[in-house]
DNA sequence: TTATGTGAACTAATTCACAGCG
DNA sequence: CGCTGTGAATTAGTTCACATAA
């Protein structure tokens, strides 16, 4: 097993959440253990791959039996942070924003967005989804008091770097940026860029290659 | 240069979507051409790695100039099977649905959301984002009247299978799966499947990161 | 026999290094 | 020189093949 807990691959990484969503199924249900054959069988993975992933972990699972799921949750958690929920900020409440405040899998996973942000005076003052919407000259403050430190970044490509600068200055760490536009930010800040169109692309190139090749059309 | 279009891999395509953002703003500016480094730095992106994803459409540039960006869009959106706009249809008019139905991000793509079909009786015969909303029951109906190819899925995990099956009996080729669900299609499908989770699980494990190798709290 | 775990082989993708052109 | 274009080297990720344990 390897107990590397810093070199664990991205793709694996990228992964873990659907494995989570696998075996937290499978606890609803009672079930007690499952093989990596069993998770890799629900989301059309090699199981080898399954295996390995979550061998980065450190965990040992028992041959026949598989890995107990608790502590499968659990390590998986940990190898992702998530162990503690997480609170967030959102910045922008576009219609991207809004659904992403309404989007109930988050929560799941540890994210909770508390609370948002957006220059439109209509929305400042109500709440969307739940959770309250203030000016973004609030920002600071609210950060301060709140100590989160995770942004989601929402806004149109024209307001994308002010609203970033606005969230590092006011001692945001992680941004997830949603946002078409390249963020300039100091070193100790992390950013994932988060691009719907990449995957549509990829759609439509498989889709355009099925015809091509003769489905019916 | 490359010209084999079948093979283009796909982190590559998934990277044209961003080229195209980024020459289509220099076009605007009235700019004639780009080279693989403008765009590298506008994306931080290795300019080598550009200049070989441009390659596998078969443009060819000029040394000390680059590409005529005209062409450029041209081949990308060809690449991209862009050429002309497609028509998308969504079922599931949710949060994350509605959101899409609104975001015209998609629009700069070529993809069009024509019309939106759910099950709840409340949303049936309204707009959203002055899409229409239909009953599934509709689907049949309409898919062959407007001859759709690619629908978007966007429906809670467990209406997933069943809404996909009836997109699939409807004639739908294409899906864009938004559900945390593993669906199960003939074999003329393709289906893409979209995981928000992916990236929050990067960014935390790469913010825990940093934590832990001491940044200000 | 059915699972884990892992070194080894393979495949894919990125990056390097450099030739050639305007 | 600053750029394209591309073979070669490198790195990363996946898959195979097999040892091992219950």
Redesign the pocket.
Known sequence: ??NDQNSI????IR?FPSYLQVIKKLEEENRET?????IAEALS???????????YTG?????????EIQELINVLMQALGWQNARHALLVGTGALGSALLGYRGFDEYGLHIIAAFDVNPELIGSTIHGKPVFGLEELPNWVKRSRVKIGVLTVPAEAAQSACDAMVDAGILGIWNFSPVKLNVPDHVVVQKEDLSSGLALLSVRLSKRLADGEIE
Do not use: C, F, H
Not at 9 to 12: D, M, N, Q, R, W
Not at 34 to 38: G, I, K, L, P, Q
């Open positions: 097993m390897n691959p991205s793709p694996s992964r499952v093989s990596a054959t069993d993975l090699n199981p080898v791959q399954v295996r390995k992933d979550i061998g965990i040992t699972g028992t041959p026949k039996i598989g890995y």
